[in-house]
């Protein structure tokens, strides 16, 4: 399974908390599949809908966004691009550019702590398609690693002409701590051209909402408590016309000598965090800005990712491991752009 589809916490019944249906509830349909490794889910409300079209929509959709962005696929656009070895100026789809674009946003907002060219790190650390044999690699491994990491650097994209080049023919992009969050909003980009104005979308947990759910209030979405040996709820939040997406460390790991490495890995040290951040959930204008920001704020954790929340007014929610309280203690804490958009 792909590694950032992991990532993705928010339950998957994404928890549109819901009482009893109005006995005038307007018409749903329900859409489920499979999708960029994980799983999807559309709830669409409204009159008159056709599920037959929406559904033939939604796939679509979602096969165009992995035909540009699965690097699971040798030939999408990304893989394509990743596996040329010239470093010229290559034409890229619009729909390309605009999430480069975004991760370049993303990227130099945050000190470089969300890079899509992390992929030798990811491999190095055994966390790709290819097991090392030692699982803790040495300095120079990592060193030699991060010679091919650095978005700014190793990547130039022309917005305005539409190109992209590479600095160097081994560099590689690696779009999965976005492309899912874009699937989600290239999916509602689909239900908008139906006239469909009340909907969720939800890939792997990263999801986006319009308008309300069948009770005429707010979507209300459920952030899982970061426990791998169960799902539970740890906070129920109102979202409305936003996106959301979560990331955590405490599913996809290893242990060696006694000691934990999350999957988590920071681009610049290049290697796993080892803060007590575990969970970190992002409202944003969008699920693709969601996704990114998500990861970004994992990597940079609690103390200095609240900073940058605060400074860039983002919506942040972040879940601690409280050590000193026992193995199963958290702390939470929200930026105050989240606490203003949902009362927590």
């Known amino acids: 399974m792909p590694r950032r589809f992991l990532f993705a916490l928010i339950l998957p019944a994404v928890l549109a908390v819901s009482g009893c249906w109005f006995e005038n509830a307007p018409e749903e349909v329900r859409l489920s599949g499979e999708t960029m490794g994980t799983t999807y889910s559309v709830i669409a409300i409204g009159g008159d809908l056709e599920q037959a079209a929406l559904a033939t929509a939604v796939e679509g959709t979602l096969a165009t966004v992995n035909a540009k962005m699965s690097n699971w696929d040798p030939a999408s656009e990304v893989s394509t691009f990743s596996a040329a070895r010239s470093t ?4 890229v ?14 990227h130099k907002k945050s000190g470089g702590k969300f890079d899509v060219t992390l992929g030798p790190l990811i491999e190095l650390w055994g966390f790709g398609p290819r ?5 803790v690699p040495s300095d120079v491994a990592i060193a030699k690693a991060l010679e091919g990491v650095g978005q700014a650097r190793l990547l130039t994209l ?3 002409a539409g190109t992209l080049k590479k600095s160097a023919p081994e560099t590689g992009i690696n779009l999965s701590a976005i492309a899912k969050g874009y699937g989600v909003d290239a999916v509602a980009a689909a239900l908008k051209s139906f006239g469909v104005e009340h909907y969720m979308v939800e890939i792997g947990g990263d999801l986006v909402t ?9 979507w209300r979405i459920g952030i899982e408590k970061p426990d791998a040996a169960a799902q539970t709820v740890q906070l129920i939040v109102p979202v409305s016309n936003l996106g959301l997406a979560t990331s955590g460390d405490y599913r996809n790991y290893f242990e060696h000598e006694g000691k934990r490495y999350s999957h988590i890995l920071d681009p610049v040290a290049g290697r796993p965090v080892t803060h007590s951040t575990t969970s970190v959930t992002v409202i944003a204008e969008n699920a693709m ?3 990114a920001w998500a990861t970004a704020m994992l990597v940079l954790g609690r103390e200095n990712g609240l900073k940058l929340a605060e400074e860039h007014k ?3 929610f972040f879940i601690d491991r409280d050590v000193q309280a026992g193995a199963d203690a958290y702390m939470t ?3 105050s752009a989240f606490e203003a958009l949902t009362g927590n």
Do not use: I
């Open 88 to 91: 010229a100026p290559v034409r």
């Open 93 to 106: 789809s619009p729909e390309f550019a605009h999430v480069l674009a975004a991760a370049s946003d993303v």
């Open 333 to 335: 804490t929200a930026s």
């Open 314 to 316: 983002l919506a942040v």
């Open 289 to 291: 800005l969601a996704d």
């Open 131 to 135: 097991q090392p044999e030692d699982p």
């Open 210 to 218: 319009k308008g309300e759910n069948a009770k005429g209030e707010a």
């Open 158 to 160: 022309d917005a305005g």
